[in-house]
């Protein structure tokens, strides 16, 4: 195996070793120029044109500085079982989505039930874009540069009573328009929810976009959550309904299978899902692994929320 | 039993470059879409996903060698079951590297813990390990080897192998059995028919044995399918 052929990669794409790549990633990478199987994909952007790039950089102080995820790799590999179980199927099959007109109710322990167009529901809020790690349960990652406001925002319009103690979301129920809601392998329409604190907390987002454009609709159009410490399949797409109740909501990954997804879900290294270790993750676009950071890297922010809490027991 | 169709002879020595063909043929667009940038953002993904299936169903193409060879009486079938067979190891051997190597890249420690802790990784590891003697003893020369009979038994192996790869592909799914489950109800019909093959040749050895014991001129010609 000859150290010179490692393959040549532009230097602008090349990411800091020491920050990006375990010492088992650059030996994949030695092992895989030796067998010279070589390919763009495999190394992270290759040509990628550069209104598929979002700027690399923070602007706030919640974006992380890495190199976002191009607007394919965000759009092009889902996972919303709604419009099928396959990470092409989501763009497939969500072309006939209609993410307008749209409503989102608001119900449970608030002053003043009621269902809000989208726009009135957003109306005198600011709009950011934030630059987010995200995190699936099942091994990979993006960084994505979301457009949203904060929940925080919307709650304060919402007057959550005293009581609430939990957010529970909704997604639309729409098995004409969303081909995998026809079939049961998951109960519909998904279900998701935080603690108060959680949802409060200002780096909760409900995205509206992302790429500075709307929402696709397999990226959960036209109204999502997220929350960039926890595993992905706690940021619900496609919301229709946001109530404020007293008692931990159901959620339903949690329902398929409890053993496997927790109600917190919080992205953590050390509680292996039982079917694979969350010690380690490929983020899309590179060939290696990356460590995988407790809450994917928000323990400063968010971990004290959990003080206290056995993560092992909660997870 | 039906005789063979002529008509497939004369094109006899074209079968298994035929077969050998088609069989390569999902590797082959796998590592042409690879090559030009054609599978997913996730190319891990693609390739696990496509040798895993392959594997799956060249153990399944296998299978249906035998019951179509009894049940159409064409020998070509015969002749294709070792070269499915053989695609359905090399299927697998990529499955499995691709885990040790772009998932895992060889960190044993890694490894040995997914092979202890995680009953799809072990299931699936149990039917690669059982098609490799399989495969080592697939030649002309170690067919001889081992001799007909053991080699029969020894290739039974392949029926758990079938097993053990849709249990593997059960437990690995998240939420969506319905591909699992067909490939396991395929799976069945493929070993219930050796099940009722097995049961009707023991059932019709009796008989015989029955017949031959009583008086000669009472015996009956005996029907001896299997």
């Not at chain 1, 040509?47 to 690399?56: F, M, T």
């Not at chain 2, 060698?65 to 002749?79: A, C, E, Q």
């Amino acid at each position: 195996m000859s150290f010179n052929k490692i393959p040549r990669v532009p230097s602008s794409e090349i990411t800091p070793e020491s920050q990006y790549y375990t010492r088992r990633s650059w030996l994949g990478m030695v092992g895989l120029a030796g067998v010279s199987m070589v390919s763009p994909s495999l190394l992270g952007g290759g040509v990628v044109p550069p209104q598929d790039r979002w700027p690399q950089g923070k602007k706030g102080p919640n974006d992380t500085d890495e190199k976002p995820s191009t607007f394919k790799e965000i759009t092009t590999y889902n996972n919303f079982y709604e419009f099928g179980t396959d990470k092409s199927d989501p763009e497939e099959n969500a072309g006939s989505f209609k993410p307008r007109p749209w409503t989102v109710k608001i119900d449970g322990l608030v002053k003043k039930p009621a269902t809000f167009a989208l726009d009135d529901l957003l109306k005198g809020l600011t709009q950011e874009d934030r630059i987010y790690r995200m995190r699936c349960v099942e091994g990979w990652s993006m960084v994505i540069p979301w457009r949203g406001v904060m929940l925080a925002d919307i709650m304060k319009k919402a007057q959550p009573l005293p009581k609430a103690k939990y957010v529970a979301f909704e997604t639309v129920y729409r098995p004409d328009e969303m081909v995998g809601q026809r079939r049961p392998y998951l109960q519909w329409p998904y279900v998701e929810g935080l603690r108060m604190d959680e949802a409060m907390h200002p780096l909760t987002l409900l995205a509206t976009g992302l790429y500075g454009k709307d929402l696709p609709n397999q990226n959960g159009a036209p109204l999502r959550l997220v929350t960039p410490w926890k595993y992905g399949f706690k940021g619900i797409k496609s919301i229709v309904r946001i109530s404020f109740v007293e008692q931990e909501p159901p959620t339903t990954w949690n329902i398929a299978a409890p053993n496997e997804y927790g109600f917190y879900s919080n992205v953590n290294p050390d509680v292996d899902h039982p079917r694979w270790s969350q010690k380690t993750e490929r983020r899309i676009g590179e060939f290696g692994k990356r460590k995988t950071l407790p809450f994917n890297g928000y323990a400063e922010q968010v971990a004290s929320m959990y003080a206290g809490m056995d993560l092992k027991q909660n997870y | 039993m039906a005789s063979p169709p002529r008509r497939f002879d004369s094109f006899r020595f074209l079968l298994k470059p035929l077969a050998f063909f088609l069989a390569a043929t999902p590797f082959l667009f796998l590592l042409y879409n690879y090559y030009t940038d054609n599978l997913s953002v996730n190319p891990l993904d693609d390739i696990t996903d496509t040798t895993g299936t392959w594997t799956l169903r060249m153990i399944v193409i296998t299978l249906t060698m035998t019951p179509l060879r009894k049940i159409t009486g064409w020998s070509g079938f015969s002749r294709l079951r070792r070269m499915s067979g053989v695609y359905a190891f090399f299927y697998g051997t990529m499955h499995l590297m691709t885990y040790l190597y772009f998932d895992k890249f060889f960190e044993w420690g890694d490894i040995a813990d997914d092979l202890t802790k995680r009953r799809f990784i072990i299931v699936g590891f149990t039917a690669w390990s059982l098609m490799l003697p399989l495969a080592l003893t697939s030649t002309d020369r170690m067919t001889k080897w081992v001799g007909g009979k053991n080699w029969k038994r020894l290739h039974r192996l392949v029926y758990v192998t079938a097993i053990c790869g849709v249990i593997h592909y059960l437990w690995l799914v998240k939420a969506d059995l319905q591909r699992p489950l067909t490939y396991g109800a395929i799976v069945a019909v493929l070993l219930g028919y050796r099940i009722v093959v097995f049961v009707r040749g023991r059932y019709a050895r009796r008989e015989a044995a029955k017949a031959s014991s009583v008086p000669p001129a009472a015996s009956l010609p005996v029907d001896s399918r299997q």
